[in-house]
């Protein structure tokens, strides 16, 4: 009889078992399905999270690509601006020029003979000049006694270079000398249309030639002379014909 139950209890436990695997069969083939399913939906939504992706995208680039546009614009307004800032620099650079190249002509036009050869000479050159065959210390008295009539008027050096019968160039370079040793003024005029100078002394150079035979110097009496003494060069004879000696004799020698 137990025999018999523990029979039926196994026939039992093989139907229970046999429902399970069935069960379980089932389970897993509606596991497969719903996994089938889900995966179908999620399929479709990857394309529309892409599109709506790419559709952002595709916006974000129109919006730059007229933003991108502007700045170029901008840039290359910019850059117009610059061009013709150049060019109008470059105008005005080209009109300065132009004056400072008149100016320049100008000042050529003004330079003067002196000017010139204050270039051209070196100081020793000028201090140092001489005219051959010519008594330059005499020459310089001369000028100075026709300077001194004029006295600060001054006296056009053109004149003065004809009445000395001197060329230009010498008389220029006279000029040149006289001024750096300060025996003259120059005064720079503009005389008919023309640069010249006008020459006004300064001082009378001490000259040694001037007091030349002078009777003073071996003089006897030198000691006792005086202007208002009884030996006085008033009256001095030898003074007298020192003085009238000296007029006599010619006053510049070329
Ligand atoms: S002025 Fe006549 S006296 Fe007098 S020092 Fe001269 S030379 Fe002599």
Redesign the pocket.
Known sequence: MAKKKDEELAIEAEKLKAELEQLKETKKKLDEKTKTKKTAKKEPKKPKKEAKKEETKTKKTAKKEPKKSKKEAKKEETKTKKTAKKEEKKVKLTKKQERELAAKKEAEEQRTLEEELEEQLTDAEIENFQIEKVDMEKLTNRVCEMLAKYESNGMFQSELWKKLKLSSRDGSRLALKLERTGIINREKLLEKGRWTYKLILKKTPISTQSIEN???LI????Q??SLDGE???RT????DEWVTADLKKPKVSQ
């Open positions: 002078a009777p003073c003089c006897p009496v030198e006792k002379c030996i006085s060069p001095c004879q030898w003074i």
